[in-house]
Structure formats: C-alpha cells, structure tokens
C-alpha cells in the first residue's frame, strides 16, 4: 500500500525539529519513503490532500488505564486512596474479560479520534487489551499491573510469560510488553524482586506509579526512611530502562537519582490536578535533562484521553507554577506528547517522529477551523489552540485507522451498545 499525503504544513519533530511548509510525506507499506517532493516513480494507492492541515506525529501517551473508561463519573470528587480503596478497587473486582475489552475499545476509539497513535498501559486481563490493539491498529507497551507481599502461587506471573509469549512483537510489531510492580504502597520488597527476576526472564523494561501523592512518600518515609524513588534505586529497580508515572513530590534528590538511572518520568497533568495530587516539578525534571513524556492516565481519574489537553495544561500551568512564560514553550510541549513519549516506551527508534524510515505513525490536524486563524505559527496553534476532534485523518503503521474524522477500524456503534449494555449491569 502506498500513500502520498500532499500539500501539507509539517512538524517533523525530527533532532533538528525540522517544520516543512507546502510539502509532502510518502509512505510504502509500513514506513515513510520519503518527505518533500514526490518522488519520481512513487505511483500512490491513496492520495490525502492536506491543503489548510498540518501533519505531525502521531500522540504517545505515555501512561494510562484504557478500561477505566468504563468507570468514567463514577467516583468524581474523592481523594486519591479513598477514591481506590472505596470505589475503584471494589467495582474492579466485579470486572470480567468482557468489560476489559469493551473498556479497552471504547478508549481506544477515543484515543484515534484524538490523535493517539500509541499508548502506554498498565492494568489486569491484559490478553483482552492486546486483543483490543490487535484488531484496532493503533499500537501499544502493555503491562500487567501487579501488587502483592509475595509472589508465591500469584497467578499474574503467569499472566505476564503468557502475555510475552502471545503478544510481544505481535499484530505487525506494534505491541510490546513491560513489567509493572503497582507502587511501593502496594508491593512489598520481596514483591518488587520477584518482578525484578521476571523483567530479567523477559528481558522487557519497568512501568511503576511513583511519588504520585504526599501521603505515599510520608508513608515511605516512615516505613523505610527514604522517599519511593530512593527506596527503588536502593532496590535495584532502575537498573532496569524504567518509565515512572507521576513523580509529584520530588525533593532535589530523587530528581538527581532520576537524571542519573534514566529513568522516563510520564507526567499526568490532568489526573494530578483533578485527584489533588499536586503538580510535578517539570520545568525542575527538564533542566536536569530528564526525559518527560505526557499521559492521560486512566479516563476514571482524568476523565478522558485526551493528548491535546494534556499538552495545554503541560505548558501553562508550568508557567504558572514557575511565574516564567518561558518554561514549557510550546514546541518542548509537543516533544512531551511525542518523540519523549516513544523514548519513555522505548519505540523512538521506530516512531515519534516523521522521519523517512521510521513507521508511518502520524495524524493529520484540519486547521480549517475558526479557532485556528490566523494562522500565524502552527506550533503555537497545536498547543494553545488546537482540540482533540481537530484530527482528521490518524495513520498506524501506514494503515489508515481514522479517515475524514470516520473511525475505519472501529464499529463505533456497536461498541457504545456493549458499553451501555455491560455498565447497565454493572452498576
């Protein structure tokens, strides 16, 4: 399959952050072949005339629960441990394979018409979540959250060597698979080695909720006398490639232990804010030339997956918080919803970027919108202006999953009937 996007306003976020005014991106099969002037020869299947659109790469949301969708407005209003513990853990518990797919679709159908190409997840029935990938197209690291004091006889073992063997690699390469201890409230140290051992089987990387609330590093403190991401280096935990979610209360220190382990923070602005967690120190994380990614986390929490949002609170309320308008341009804003979320997933060889050779993982936003004029600096537009249902067209793996704003992957409707139905019965 070959396709020519055509006449089209680029942001590469390639190293040199290249934008291309007026040009054209080839794509054969998986890859793109070639970016500017068509190429002499390249006879396209399907010509996408991008005349008033912009072309960038593809969302990467770095850290999300796609079935929590399913308990969106369920539990508004709540601290964070009385929200899981009170409401959120005990209607999981009523959860069947059927409700993670469905959850996982309707996410999924979310994510596409906003622009997501691929996801970080962490949650149970992985296997349905796969499932869910495999026949959308979209692509995605899926991990299998797992909390526990001892791994003896713990089935989510299993889940994961199957997961691996199953899925990894699987539905044309685009999904992978991480390890993932919860949080350090709820695994144990002899826990967290046995998952250790496991990532050392599989040789596959970390997905670990961390410093996310005060109570949680108090906790910690009191417990072991060091803060969670000390605790982890001491742990060995970071001798793994490892992508942190949250990272909310940070002291000087554990930002100098991040620096230096590498370790991907995926900072959830919404979420953070909605659930009172706080606000990480951002502007603190990037001067220390840490690699911040962007998530939505679960749509329970946020209460959507929404990248374009996420990017907007990234940039200004860093402002805010910093009282300096420069923190957080715009173009650092999209590298967070991007190329930083690929290298926290441990994909920016292959996406995150338009880049001839790297997969055709990208989205077309329609600029012909009043809220887009003028048009007088389209990075600026994307971040401070531009909306999810913007997106016009998405593009995974050269596939076309979202065309002319109609989801071609998804039987959207027969998706919101099941989701109707199964919550009906749920709650």
């Not at 906003?114 to 296997?127: I, K, S």
């Not at 791994?151 to 994961?160: I, P, Q």
């Not at 899925?167 to 998952?195: L, N, Q």
């Amino acid at each position: 399959m070959k396709i020519l996007i055509k006449n089209a306003s680029i942001i590469t976020m390639s190293k040199d952050r290249e934008i291309f005014q007026n040009a054209n991106i080839g794509i054969e099969n998986t890859t793109i072949k070639f970016i500017g002037d068509i190429e002499e020869g390249f006879n396209p299947d399907k010509i996408i005339d991008s005349k008033d659109k912009v072309v960038m790469p593809g969302m990467n949301n770095s850290h999300t629960h796609i079935p929590m969708s399913l308990l969106r407005n369920y539990a508004d209003d709540l601290p964070l441990f009385q929200w899981l513990s009170k409401k959120i853990w005990p209607i999981e518990d009523r959860f069947t394979s059927e409700h993670v797919y469905l959850g996982s679709m309707l996410s999924i159908a979310e994510m596409i018409k906003g622009g997501t190409t691929a996801f970080c997840d962490m949650y149970f029935g992985v296997e349905e979540i796969a499932r869910a990938v495999d026949e959308t197209g979209i692509r995605a690291a899926i991990s299998r959250g797992m909390m526990g004091e001892d791994s003896t006889n713990d089935s989510t073992f299993s889940e994961v060597r199957s997961l691996y063997r199953n899925y990894y690699g699987a539905a044309e390469g685009r999904i992978t698979v991480m390890a993932a201890p919860h949080a350090p409230y709820t695994c144990s140290d002899k826990y967290i080695h046995s998952i250790m051992n496991l990532a050392d089987e599989l040789n596959i990387p970390m997905h670990m909720h961390l410093s996310e609330t005060r109570e949680e590093v108090k906790e910690c403190l009191e417990k072991y006398g060091k803060s969670p991401i000390e605790h982890m280096e001491e742990l060995g935990l970071f001798r793994f490639k490892t992508l942190a979610a949250h990272c909310v209360h940070l002291s000087d220190k554990d930002i100098d232990i991040i620096a230096k382990n590498k370790v991907s923070v995926a900072n959830n602005p919404g979420s953070n804010l909605k659930l009172g967690s706080g606000f990480a120190p951002v502007k603190k994380l990037l001067d220390k030339g840490i690699n911040v990614a962007l998530g939505t986390d679960g749509a329970a929490s946020n209460n959507n997956q929404n990248m374009f949002e996420e990017m907007n609170l990234a940039s200004i309320l860093n402002k805010a918080l910093c009282e300096d308008t420069t923190v957080v341009p715009a173009i650092k804003a999209i590298e967070m919803a991007t190329i930083n979320g690929a290298k926290a997933m441990g994909l920016d060889e292959n996406t995150g970027s338009i880049e001839v050779g790297k997969k055709a993982d990208l989205i077309i936003v329609d600029f012909n919108k009043p809220h887009l004029y003028p048009r007088l600096d389209i990075v600026s537009s994307i971040v401070y202006s531009a909306q999810a249902s913007d997106v016009s067209h998405v593009i995974v793996n050269g596939k076309v999953l979202l065309e002319n704003y109609e989801l071609k992957t998804i039987d959207f409707e027969r998706i919101i009937h099941s989701v109707d139905k199964v919550t009906k019965n749920l709650y």
